[in-house]
C-alpha cells in the first residue's frame, strides 16, 4: 500500500478526515488576541469563561502551589493575571490539543503519555531558546514546539500498516523516522503532514514553518530561525531524556546550528550543552502543572471504555 499512495492525496488525508480535530473556538480566539497590545485581562476573562472547562484549568492553574497566591483565587481576572498573558495562551493550547486528540489515544501505537511528554518539553524548550536567541514572539515557540510532530500522530492513525514498516525499517537501519517515512510516503514525512494540520487551523506561517522543516531548517525559505529553535529544541529533550517521540534513530542536530542561532559556545567553539540543559531543568520545574495536565489526561482516557477508534483504513483507501 505505502509505495502507492501520492503526495497529493496523503494531502488530502489530512485535509478531508472530518473527526480530525480542530482547536476550540475560545483557544483560537484566545491565540488570535493575547498578543495585541491592546489586549487586557478583562478581555481574555469574557473569552476563557466562555469555555467552562478552559475556566476551571485556568483556576486551578493560578490556585497551583507555584504561584503561591497568599488566599485563594476565585474570579477568572484575577487568575488570568497572576498567571500572566503568555502562560495562559500556553496552557490554553496544550489542553485543547491533549482534549482533542485524546479521543484517538486507545487507537496509537505507541505510549501516548511518552508522546505527549516528549511534546509538552519540546515546547518549552523551545520557549527557552526563542528567550535566549532574542525570538520576538516566544509563544509561537512553544506552539510550533508542542506541534512539532502531530504528524506522526495521523499516519499511525491513518497509515497504520506504513507506520509499523517504518517503524520496523527505522530499527534495523538506524535511520531518523523522517527519512524513513519518505521511502514509504512518496518523500512526505510527519512534519510535512503535521504542517497540513496547523495550517488547517490558521495558526501563523511560522508555526506552520517551524513544524514543516524542524528537521532540516536550513531548507526552510521563510521564518528559519523558529525552524532552527524546535530543531535544537527537539534534540535537546531527547538527548535529556524527556518523554519519547517514537524515533529511535541516533539523536543528532544539524551543522551550522550555534551559529544560525547565536547559541552560546564553549572554548572548544562548540554549542554549550550543558548550559542549555541546566536551563531546560529549571524551566521543566516551573512547568509542572502542564505535565500533570498530561497524567490527567491519559488516566481519564484509561478508564474511558467508550474511547473513539477511527476507521483509519477506510480514510486511506480512499485516497490510495
Not at 482534549?99 to 523551545?126: G, K, M, Q
Not at 517504518?166 to 535511520?175: F, G, R
Not at 510516503?185 to 495558526?203: F, R, T
Not at 511560522?206 to 525559505?221: E, T, Y
Amino acid at each position: 500500500m505505502a509505495k502507492h499512495i501520492r503526495p497529493e492525496n496523503i494531502r488530502k488525508v489530512t485535509r478531508h478526515i472530518f473527526d480530525l480535530p480542530t482547536l476550540p473556538s475560545t483557544v483560537a480566539k484566545m491565540i488570535e488576541v493575547i498578543d495585541h497590545p491592546s489586549t487586557s485581562a478583562h478581555t481574555l476573562n469574557t473569552i476563557v469563561s466562555s469555555d467552562q472547562a478552559l475556566a476551571a484549568q485556568v483556576l486551578r492553574l493560578a490556585n497551583s502551589a507555584y504561584y503561591g497566591f497568599p488566599r485563594k483565587i476565585n474570579t477568572i481576572t484575577l487568575a488570568i493575571v497572576v498567571v500572566g498573558f503568555e502562560t495562559l495562551k500556553n496552557f490554553g493550547l496544550s489542553s485543547a490539543v491533549l482534549d482533542r486528540f485524546a479521543r484517538f489515544n486507545h487507537d496509537v501505537p505507541f505510549d501516548i503519555y511518552l508522546f505527549w511528554e516528549h511534546s509538552i518539553c519540546t515546547a518549552v524548550a523551545s520557549r527557552m531558546l526563542a528567550r535566549e536567541t532574542g525570538y520576538q514572539i516566544s509563544g509561537e515557540a512553544f506552539a510550533a514546539g508542542l506541534l512539532h510532530d502531530l504528524g506522526k500522530y495521523v499516519i499511525s492513525i491513518y497509515f497504520r500498516e506504513v507506520f509499523e514498516d517504518v517503524v520496523e525499517q527505522m530499527i534495523d537501519d538506524d535511520l531518523p523516522m523522517y527519512q524513513v517515512e519518505e521511502q514509504h510516503l512518496a518523500h512526505v514525512n510527519h512534519a510535512q503532514i503535521g504542517a497540513w494540520l496547523v495550517e488547517k487551523w490558521n495558526l501563523s506561517e511560522s508555526i506552520v514553518s517551524g513544524i514543516k522543516h524542524h528537521h532540516r531548517p536550513d531548507l526552510a525559505n521563510s521564518h528559519q530561525q523558529l525552524a532552527w529553535i524546535v530543531h535544537y529544541a527537539n534534540y535537546l529533550t531527547k538527548k535529556f531524556g524527556v518523554g519519547f517521540s517514537g524515533d529511535m534513530s541516533t539523536t543528532g542536530y544539524r551543522d551550522g546550528l550555534g551559529e544560525r542561532l547565536g547559541l552560546r559556545l564553549t572554548n572548544d567553539a562548540l554549542v554549550d550543552e550543558d548550559y542549555y540543559f541546566r536551563k531546560l531543568s529549571a524551566e521543566i520545574e516551573k512547568e509542572q502543572e502542564l505535565f500533570s495536565l498530561i497524567r490527567q489526561r491519559t488516566e481519564t482516557e484509561k478508564n474511558d471504555t467508550n474511547s473513539y477508534e477511527p476507521d483509519w483504513s477506510e480514510h486511506a483507501a480512499s485516497y490510495a
